[in-house]
């Protein structure tokens, strides 16, 4: 009886033991591997209405045209606001460099403005555009061009919204780890939506007035 509990006792001491971790791992640059994978996906949207863009932009349906439309000295004062604020955000990447929360913080606000006038001067050449009739539904080169734009515009608007929520992450907690990784991303994709302005500006409306 004796042998048969010491049996039992020794199987016990050999039964394998069970770890939980007391934090969910976060593999080494997983984040970013997934954020590079998303703007890959997001270029493949931008390529698509480009090349919508390309094959439409010529069918005006005896409408206006980019030349008689566009104000190219307009557009230019929108791009430099934008490309601007990517000077800007480098500054604050500078500045989460150096462990500077205040001086993070600034130049942040400050890319937040830059890209609020970037997209009040969007606004109101949309407004100018549809208070002269050129409507999305006027013609197919309008159809086009107002998808292309605004769905630039509308990444403008969803990187603003990250960054006032990042900036009080900061204020919170600090340039801990975790917002360390999300500043990061965050800076891809405000440089790639300067690239792909860049290629609005001189695709859509340079080549449009040209």
Not at 35 to 54: P, Q, R, V
Not at 91 to 104: C, D, W
Not at 146 to 165: A, D, P
Request: aromatic share 14%; proline share 2%; hydrophobic share 50%.
């Amino acid at each position: 009886m004796s042998d048969i509990r010491h049996n039992a006792g020794a199987a016990g001491a050999l039964a394998p033991r069970e770890y939980h971790l007391a934090h969910e791992p976060h593999p080494e640059n997983g984040t970013s591997l997934g954020f590079w994978l998303y703007l890959m996906s997001d270029c493949l949207i931008f390529a698509a209405l480009f090349a919508t863009f390309g094959v439409l932009g010529r069918n005006y349906a005896a409408g206006p045209t980019g030349k008689e439309l566009f104000d190219l000295s307009l557009v230019a004062i929108n791009t430099a606001f934008l490309l601007l604020s990517s000077i800007t955000f480098g500054f604050a990447m500078l500045q989460k460099q150096k462990k500077n929360v205040g001086g993070t913080l600034t130049w942040l606000a400050i890319t937040g403005v830059l890209g609020l006038c970037f997209l009040g001067v969007e606004l109101y050449e949309f407004h100018h555009l549809i208070h002269q009739g050129a409507t999305p539904q006027r013609s197919a080169f309008l159809s086009s061009f107002f998808t292309l734009v605004g769905t630039h515009g509308l990444h403008v608007t969803f990187g603003l919204i990250w960054l006032v929520t990042l900036m009080i992450q900061i204020s919170k907690h600090g340039l801990i780890e975790a917002n360390v990784r999300r500043i990061n991303c965050l800076s891809m994709f405000w440089h790639f939506l300067d690239v792909v302005w860049i290629g609005v500006f001189t695709f859509v409306y340079l080549m449009g007035v040209l």
